[in-house]
């Protein structure tokens, strides 16, 4: 199943996301797209009107596509049609354009026996491996295919067969003990605390999530906290917004159009490319990739595209086993 298309076709009922808010970006970015794209003529180009949608990340609420107003030119040949990345005030509008959009989702949070799904898949120097995960939401059970071969013998180990196991509710030891490890539940409810604002919340999350690193700037920390934050598979509306536009106020981040992910989807990408290697032991391009109408998560790559994650599927189900 095409969870991305079956959203958007649940869309149509849904309401628009509110004009004022959606105004002033939208209206920068066009401008934007106009300067950037324009051909070396005389002549003005004429203007065409596209939809760009949005439906939610982790199939959890959906919104109403937004009107956003391209150059006719760029579908010519002599317009720009592959990727392109925008510049410094391009990528803010663009980023603040799919803030406001995700904010105006609304989200169910799942019940304490139902399952996050994730389906991802990892390259590393061009060899493919993907896996499924089932997480229950209270913290009390984890199922994964392929199985993972125990210690021992392993002569009727089948890596094709559900493995799933169940064990105690740990949240109130997690939460006693300042454990990093929390259930699905824990986490979900602890970005739900988190403010709006994207200097705020990043302080909030800079604070209570994961540690720091001796040397690190603070855009370097704050990029790695991002990144941490989208292996979540659920992320409220409000903290989805905050993210995109912390990742605006990060120095050097770049929005590219046109391009595709790992597993050949359009996207959009949002990158930071560093000289030299950082404290946390990153080098060169990292790109972080998102749907460019639902502007769900994708996945990323690192090592200038040498190491790649993405999330090629997810959702809510009510068994281990089962997908959306």
């Not at 509710?169 to 929390?182: A, C, L, S």
């Not at 705020?200 to 690190?216: C, F, L, N, P, V």
């Amino acid at each position: 199943m095409n969870e991305l298309s079956e959203l958007r076709g649940l869309r149509a009922d849904t309401l628009l996301p509110d004009t004022d808010r959606l105004a002033a970006p939208r209206a920068r970015l066009n401008a934007a797209f106009r300067q950037e794209t324009r051909p070396e003529r005389a002549a003005c180009p004429r203007r065409r009107m596209i939809l760009v949608g949005a439906a939610t990340a982790g199939a959890l609420a959906m919104t109403a596509g937004i009107v956003a107003t391209l150059p006719e030119d760029s579908t010519r040949p002599s317009a720009r049609k592959g990727p392109q990345v925008l510049s410094a005030g391009a990528s803010a509008d663009a980023l603040e354009l799919a803030a406001a959009t995700v904010e105006k989702q609304d989200a169910t949070e799942p019940g304490p026996k139902q399952w996050v799904y994730e389906k991802s898949t990892m390259l590393f120097q061009g060899k493919p491996q993907s896996s499924e995960e089932w997480t229950r939401w209270d913290g009390t059970g984890h199922a994964n295919l392929p199985g993972i071969p125990p210690a021992g013998d392993i002569s009727d180990f089948d890596p094709d067969e559900l493995q799933v196991w169940y064990g105690p509710n740990q949240e109130e030891k997690w939460r006693k003990e300042g454990y990093d490890d929390r259930s699905q539940r824990q986490f979900y409810r602890f970005l739900a605390t988190l403010p709006s604002d994207p200097d705020r919340m990043m302080k909030r999350i800079r604070e209570d999530a994961i540690g720091s690193i001796q040397g690190e700037t603070r855009a370097q920390r704050d990029w790695r906290e991002i990144d941490v934050l989208y292996r979540s598979v659920l992320i409220p509306p409000h903290v989805q917004a905050g993210l995109f536009r912390a990742l605006a106020k990060i120095p050097g981040a770049r929005v590219a159009t046109g391009v595709k992910d790992s597993l050949g989807r359009a996207a959009i990408g949002v990158s930071v490319t560093y000289a030299e290697k950082t404290p946390a032991g990153w080098h060169g391009k990292l790109e972080i990739f998102f749907d460019p109408e639902s502007y769900a998560y994708l996945g990323k790559t690192w090592d200038d595209g040498e190491m790649v994650s993405a999330r090629a599927a997810w959702g809510v189900v009510n068994k281990p086993g089962a997908r959306p």
